[in-house]
């Protein structure tokens, strides 16, 4: 599995773990909003419409929910910029797929770290459920500190969504928007 491979798998399952922890429960079926199963990662699915995938909303962004918080895309889900049928359908050019390639990388490491962050929160709580009895006071702090951590992932996915954005134009943005 590449590295674009795992950072793609680390926002869905981080999402889906961290409103499964908030609820007591441990995490269910596929990442919302992550690749579905048997997709290549973050290359695919080009559109968004594999399982998982959510409407898009009236400011343009798709929006995975779960029950607890929810989650911007700002284009197809994964490294849509690599798939040969986006790039052609909005104009990208080769010097923009490089901005976005060098974006991503350079958010990554910090992306991941945040990642770690979340899953040693989550580790905390899931120890802390299992205790008998269980503390409420430390419980609740376990889950604002998951909150906390995931609420961290996803500004910094977002950053890094924003800043990919920024490298089109308004032509491209929307007939990205069509796509989804």
């Not at 999402?15 to 922890?21: M, P, V």
């Not at 992550?34 to 699915?45: Q, R």
């Not at 359908?89 to 350079?106: E, R, T």
């Not at 998951?146 to 924003?162: D, G, H, I, P, Y």
Request: positive net charge; charged residues 15%.
């Amino acid at each position: 599995m590449t590295a674009r491979s795992i950072v793609a798998l680390l926002f869905g399952i981080c999402l889906a773990a961290g409103s499964a922890a908030a609820q007591g429960k441990p995490p269910a079926g596929p990442p919302p909003g992550g690749p579905p199963p048997g997709s290549h990662g973050p290359g695919g699915p080009p559109n968004g419409s594999g399982p998982g995938s959510a409407p898009a909303s009236p400011s343009g962004s798709t929006t995975s929910s779960t029950s607890t918080h929810t989650v911007e895309h700002f284009g197809p889900v994964g490294r849509w910029w690599d798939d040969k049928n986006v790039v052609q359908a909005i104009g990208l050019s080769a010097p923009q797929q490089k901005k976005m390639d060098v974006i991503f990388n350079a958010n990554k490491p910090a992306i991941l770290a945040t990642y770690k962050t979340f899953l040693g929160e989550q580790s905390k709580l899931d120890a802390i459920g299992k205790q008998s009895p269980v503390d409420q006071t430390k419980m609740f702090a376990a889950i604002d500190a998951v909150s906390q951590a995931r609420a961290s992932l996803e500004k910094a996915n977002t950053q890094m969504l924003l800043q990919i954005r920024a490298e089109m134009n308004a032509a491209q943005i929307a007939k990205l928007e069509k796509l989804k």
